[in-house]
T-cell receptor, first 117, second 114 residues
Framework: GAVVSQHPSRVICKSGTSVKIECRSL??????MFWYRQFPKQSLMLMAT?????????EQGVEKDKFLINHASLTLSTLTVTSAHPEDSSFYIC?????????????FGQGTRLTVV | LAKTTQPISMDSYEGQEVNITCSHN???????ITWYQQFPSQGPRFIIQ???TKVTNEVASLFIPADRKSSTLSLPRVSLSDTAVYYC???????????????FGQGTTLQVKP
């Protein structure tokens, strides 16, 4: 099946620094990717929809200037957490659907565990 | 997007059949029902998808009554490795060229005991 890969799988950064997370669709093209955040013992919360070649669409309450999304190609979307603070520590997950396969199930990356110290 | 309601948690024993029911009273006419499985520190994984009646694949069955206001995920003979969170989602059908974003509910934490 289609594979979505995230990198890094785990990152620790100092408060005030920025962290970039990559999401790649390995064997299909994804004009749209999605970014989620998940806190411990909670469900996935959709943060934004990443659109190839255009601006991302953010969900209500998500700061677009803090969570920068770039979708420069059909196989790569990046999420940059700017000026990270401890409260940004979370599990970040991306997903995409395979257009050529009729938009069936969504494929998810393995997630990125961000810890801000 | 239709809201879903599931039990927060369920316990089972190895070898038993587990049925997890999801309520989606406001499901739209064209909506499909999809179930995902998530292990700790991993992204969700697709299990099964259906529109009505019954769907079966190599890992699970999905039962959907005629009114489609609920659905039941059935896992036959669970093992310890089936311990995970199971999410029921309702949304546009496969092949639709919409954004395809998925909104997750609280999910059901299934604990399989030896």
């Amino acid at each position: 099946g289609a594979v979505v890969s995230q990198h890094p799988s785990r990152v620790i950064c100092k408060s005030g620094t920025s962290v970039k997370i990559e999401c790649r669709s390995l064997d299909f093209q994804a004009t749209t990717m999605f970014w989620y955040r998940q806190f411990p013992k909670q469900s996935l919360m959709l943060m934004a929809t990443s659109n190839e070649g255009s601006k991302a669409t953010y969900e209500q309450g998500v700061e677009k200037d803090k969570f920068l999304i770039n979708h420069a190609s059909l196989t790569l979307s990046t999420l940059t957490v700017t000026s990270a603070h401890p409260e940004d520590s979370s599990f970040y997950i991306c997903s995409a659907r395979d257009l050529s396969n009729g938009y069936t199930e969504a494929f998810f990356g393995q997630g990125t565990r961000l810890t801000v110290v | 997007l239709a809201k879903t309601t599931q039990p927060i948690s369920m316990d089972s024993y190895e070898g038993q059949e587990v049925n997890i029911t999801c309520s989606h009273n406001n499901i739209a006419t064209n909506d499909y029902i999809t179930w995902y499985q998530q292990f700790p520190s991993q992204g969700p994984r697709f299990i099964i998808q259906g529109y009505k009646t019954k769907v079966t694949n190599e890992v699970a069955s999905l039962f959907i009554p005629a009114d489609r206001k609920s659905s039941t995920l059935s896992l036959p003979r669970v093992s310890l490795s089936d311990t995970a969170v199971y999410y029921c989602l309702v949304g546009p059908p496969p092949g639709s060229s919409n954004t395809g974003k998925l909104i997750f509910g609280q999910g059901t934490t299934l604990q399989v005991k030896p």
